[in-house]
């Protein structure tokens, strides 16, 4: 099975899971999956709006049979970018 062929979880799933609103979170990115022979991730980057330190986090997901679990947010370190 390929991983085209999963619905993955919408903007809306994942504002609903970290519980915050659509104007507090700017999402950046499509996602991203990764796939070992007995797990599937799939993982979101955003920003919180109102951060002053403007830093990146990701909400995790893992397939469990047909449905994604919510596992978390981890912060991710940034490489200095210039902006």
């Not at 991983?3 to 504002?15: M, V």
């Not at 070992?36 to 830093?55: A, C, E, L, P, V």
């Amino acid at each position: 099975m390929t991983l085209l062929s999963f619905i993955i979880p919408t903007e809306k799933d994942i504002l609903k899971d970290i519980n915050e609103n659509s104007r507090s979170i700017k999402f950046i990115g499509l996602g991203d999956f990764s796939q070992k022979i007995d797990q599937i991730k799939f993982s979101r980057n955003f920003r919180y709006r109102f951060d002053k330190d403007q830093t990146l986090k990701q909400a995790v997901y893992y397939k469990e049979g047909l449905v994604w679990k919510f596992k978390g947010i981890v912060t991710l370190e940034e490489k200095s970018i210039s902006k």
